[in-house]
Protein backbone atom coordinates (compact mmCIF):
# COMPACT_ATOMS: atom_id res chain seq x y z
CA UNK A 1 0.00 0.00 0.00
CA UNK A 2 1.42 3.50 -0.46
CA UNK A 3 0.12 6.68 1.25
CA UNK A 4 -0.59 9.41 -1.64
CA UNK A 5 0.30 13.05 -0.33
CA UNK A 6 0.40 16.59 -2.21
CA UNK A 7 3.77 17.71 -3.08
CA UNK A 8 3.82 20.11 -0.30
CA UNK A 9 3.04 17.48 2.25
CA UNK A 10 6.20 15.71 0.80
CA UNK A 11 7.90 18.88 1.39
CA UNK A 12 7.03 19.50 4.88
CA UNK A 13 7.54 15.69 6.21
CA UNK A 14 10.88 15.76 4.27
CA UNK A 15 12.09 18.81 5.89
CA UNK A 16 10.48 17.63 9.26
CA UNK A 17 13.17 14.83 8.67
CA UNK A 18 16.10 17.05 7.89
CA UNK A 19 15.45 19.00 10.97
CA UNK A 20 15.24 15.80 13.27
CA UNK A 21 17.36 13.89 12.00
CA UNK A 22 20.87 16.22 11.02
CA UNK A 23 22.96 16.97 13.63
CA UNK A 24 21.38 14.47 15.88
CA UNK A 25 24.32 12.19 14.54
CA UNK A 26 21.78 9.56 13.27
CA UNK A 27 22.73 10.12 9.68
CA UNK A 28 26.11 11.00 10.69
CA UNK A 29 26.26 7.46 12.58
CA UNK A 30 25.78 5.89 9.30
CA UNK A 31 29.01 7.30 7.88
CA UNK A 32 26.76 9.37 5.70
CA UNK A 33 26.54 12.97 5.18
CA UNK A 34 23.80 15.03 3.47
CA UNK A 35 25.05 18.09 1.29
CA UNK A 36 25.05 20.30 -1.70
CA UNK A 37 26.42 22.42 -4.58
CA UNK A 38 28.23 25.26 -2.24
CA UNK A 39 27.04 27.89 -5.26
CA UNK A 40 24.13 26.61 -5.42
CA UNK A 41 23.76 26.51 -1.42
CA UNK A 42 24.84 29.67 -1.45
CA UNK A 43 22.32 31.02 -4.16
CA UNK A 44 19.32 29.50 -2.15
CA UNK A 45 20.09 30.98 0.97
CA UNK A 46 20.48 34.49 -0.58
CA UNK A 47 16.99 33.68 -2.00
CA UNK A 48 15.33 33.12 0.93
CA UNK A 49 17.16 36.24 2.79
CA UNK A 50 15.74 37.75 -0.08
CA UNK A 51 12.28 37.06 0.59
CA UNK A 52 13.07 37.97 4.25
CA UNK A 53 12.79 33.54 5.30
CA UNK A 54 14.46 31.64 7.87
CA UNK A 55 18.10 30.73 6.41
CA UNK A 56 18.56 27.57 8.69
CA UNK A 57 20.64 25.22 7.30
CA UNK A 58 17.22 22.82 6.87
CA UNK A 59 15.55 25.79 4.92
CA UNK A 60 18.36 26.11 2.72
CA UNK A 61 18.44 22.50 1.78
CA UNK A 62 14.89 22.62 0.86
CA UNK A 63 15.35 26.07 -1.16
CA UNK A 64 17.94 24.46 -2.94
CA UNK A 65 15.09 21.40 -4.10
CA UNK A 66 13.16 24.53 -5.18
CA UNK A 67 15.43 26.28 -7.02
CA UNK A 68 15.69 23.14 -8.89
CA UNK A 69 18.91 21.78 -7.50
CA UNK A 70 20.07 18.67 -5.68
CA UNK A 71 20.98 17.35 -2.38
CA UNK A 72 23.43 14.16 -1.90
CA UNK A 73 23.91 11.96 0.52
CA UNK A 74 27.58 10.76 0.50
CA UNK A 75 28.69 7.86 2.21
CA UNK A 76 32.36 8.34 3.88
CA UNK A 77 32.47 4.46 4.27
CA UNK A 78 33.11 3.58 1.03
CA UNK A 79 31.14 5.06 -1.60
CA UNK A 80 28.50 2.58 -2.51
CA UNK A 81 25.25 4.20 -0.55
CA UNK A 82 26.11 7.91 -2.40
CA UNK A 83 23.16 9.09 -3.73
CA UNK A 84 21.62 12.38 -5.52
CA UNK A 85 17.38 13.62 -5.06
CA UNK A 86 15.65 16.77 -6.65
CA UNK A 87 12.52 17.73 -5.41
CA UNK A 88 10.66 15.63 -8.04
CA UNK A 89 12.30 12.51 -5.78
CA UNK A 90 10.62 14.26 -2.53
CA UNK A 91 7.25 14.19 -4.11
CA UNK A 92 7.47 10.76 -5.39
CA UNK A 93 9.26 8.67 -2.45
CA UNK A 94 8.30 10.49 1.04
CA UNK A 95 4.80 8.32 0.66
CA UNK A 96 7.04 4.89 0.30
CA UNK A 97 8.22 5.60 3.61
CA UNK A 98 6.70 3.31 6.13
CA UNK A 99 3.24 3.56 6.77
CA UNK A 100 3.59 3.92 10.84
CA UNK A 101 6.48 7.33 10.54
CA UNK A 102 4.30 8.65 7.82
CA UNK A 103 1.62 8.66 10.62
CA UNK A 104 3.54 9.82 13.34
CA UNK A 105 4.12 12.68 11.23
CA UNK A 106 0.27 13.26 10.66
CA UNK A 107 -0.40 13.15 14.29
CA UNK A 108 2.92 15.60 15.09
CA UNK A 109 4.51 12.61 17.26
CA UNK A 110 7.07 12.03 14.72
CA UNK A 111 11.13 11.59 16.10
CA UNK A 112 14.68 10.73 14.64
CA UNK A 113 13.11 7.13 14.07
CA UNK A 114 10.86 8.57 11.72
CA UNK A 115 12.63 11.19 10.00
CA UNK A 116 15.70 8.50 9.25
CA UNK A 117 13.01 6.36 7.46
CA UNK A 118 11.50 8.91 5.39
CA UNK A 119 15.62 9.97 4.44
CA UNK A 120 16.40 6.57 3.63
CA UNK A 121 13.31 5.95 1.67
CA UNK A 122 13.69 9.40 0.00
CA UNK A 123 17.62 8.67 -0.72
CA UNK A 124 17.68 4.95 -1.55
CA UNK A 125 14.23 4.01 -2.23
CA UNK A 126 14.09 1.22 1.11
CA UNK A 127 15.62 1.41 4.07
CA UNK A 128 19.25 0.23 4.64
CA UNK A 129 20.28 1.58 7.86
CA UNK A 130 19.34 0.41 11.75
Known sequence: MKITLTPQESEQIFYNSLCNALGTGYIEGYGLEIDCDRSQYKDSREHLLRQGKDTCYEDILM?????GGSLTIIDHDGGEYTRTITLKDVHERVGETDHQSLINFSLEQDDVFDADMVI???????????
Open 63 to 67: QVLRD
Open 120 to 130: QTVFFQEVIFG
